[in-house]
């Protein structure tokens, strides 16, 4: 990252100086796959037909996020492990806790479905309003970390349309299923 002194770690690496001293590679690398997986889980939930429980939809994607983020950080503690690299127990807690940015993307669309809960509007609305702003976030993140790099305008729209595709991607998807 330009004007950084530390450099970025490797994938998987947890840098000296705890969570909150992560580089905005950190931040996009997990905010994109939490937007991901963000958009399939509500995509996959808002089952057509079947009675909403935009409570227990969000439930299940917040508790999926948590569940992601604790696996792919314990799985950068066994792979370190594994590498001989060996780990403190300092370690392993920050690695978990280096996944926060995947659940915290993931909370836009849990409120999107607590407002359904409170009737604000429907289930149907709340997930395509979600899918709508998760694949837009998407191009933000793709478009923001091209940038960050030292990419000029239009190389960093390319790069947020290429995000955003994945978005696109569950859209069409999830139209072609219901």
Known sequence: MPGHADPVPPHGAVPRGGPRHRPAEWWLFRGIYGLVLASALVAALDVPGEEADPAQDA?????????????????????????????????RTRAILAEWPLVAAVLPTVLLLLGATAHWYSEGTA????????????????????R?????????????????LIGLVVIAADALIE
Request: aromatic content about 8%; some cysteine.
């Open 148 to 164: 960050a790099a030292g990419l000029g305008p239009l190389s960093s729209c390319r790069a947020g349309l290429v995000d955003m």
């Open 127 to 146: 997930a395509d309003v979600a899918l709508l702003f998760n694949t837009v976030a998407l191009f933000a993140l793709g478009f923001s970390a091209a």
């Open 59 to 91: 439930l299940w994607v917040l508790l999926t996020a948590l569940a992601s983020g604790a696996a792919h950080g314990y799985a950068h503690v066994i792979a370190r492990r594994a590498a001989g690299g060996g780990t403190e127990r300092a370690g």
